[in-house]
């Protein structure tokens, strides 16, 4: 279409080999293939493919401005706050954001009481953090069965079932929150989270090599 909002034919020079190249790794990167996939797929090393996977300073700062709103204390109650406040206030923990001082100035390394975020006034669970605070529920009951088996100590099972219990409180608030926007909201809600997830998970890890077919020796 021109400016006009007519049709107009395809400029075919912008047309080459090296263009369906990047829009594959584009596409497959926007999708959320993971790094050490997409870069086995195109035969790049590390580096190149990171860069198909760098986020745009203007959608991250838009989904930060996003999930700001939607902050809550561990008991569900709306904590909203300025984007500002969101990145320079708290810190990235396991299971969401921790607004404890000496643990922002620490980079999220210094809890004070082992990343039992359920339990701590500064918590600062979101909607992006679901998931993993699902995948620690279920963890968390497997350690209480192996603590049962285990003839653990009384207090050991209960303080399992009590983190077991206020991690549940803390999913079904956020899924209550999200359940009650319009559909539009959720969706930019989870384009949001997703984006966040993927930041996260890009970080501080080191990546595992796929495994490597030799081909036989045909002699």
Do not use: W
């Not at 939607?70 to 500002?84: F, L, W």
């Amino acid at each position: 279409m021109d400016s006009q909002g007519n049709a107009s034919g395809f400029d075919r020079s912008l047309i080459y080999p090296y263009a369906f190249r990047h829009s594959f790794a584009q596409r497959h990167a926007d999708a959320g293939t993971p790094v050490d996939v997409l870069r086995e797929l195109m035969d790049h090393d590390p580096k190149t493919t990171m860069g198909y996977h760098r986020v745009s300073l203007k959608r991250k700062r838009k989904a930060v401005a996003t999930l700001s709103l939607m902050v809550t204390d561990r008991s569900g109650a709306a904590m909203p706050c300025s984007a500002t406040a969101y990145e320079q206030r708290s810190v990235a923990v396991p299971f969401g954001g921790c607004t404890e001082p000496s643990n922002v100035k620490a980079g999220g390394h210094a809890c004070p009481i082992r990343f039992q975020c359920s339990g701590c006034g500064f918590y600062r669970p979101a909607p992006s953090s679901l998931p993993a605070i699902e995948d620690h529920i279920n963890s968390l009951r497997a350690d209480r069965e192996t603590a049962r088996a285990m003839d653990a100590a009384d207090f050991v099972v209960d303080d399992l079932t009590a983190q077991i219990d206020s991690y549940q409180r803390v999913a079904a608030k956020a899924r209550e929150r999200t359940a009650a926007m319009p559909d539009h909201e959720q969706a930019e809600l989870e384009e949001a989270a997703a984006l966040m997830r993927r930041l996260r998970a890009g970080g501080d890890h080191e990546l595992l090599p796929l495994t490597v077919v030799t081909k036989r020796d045909s002699r």
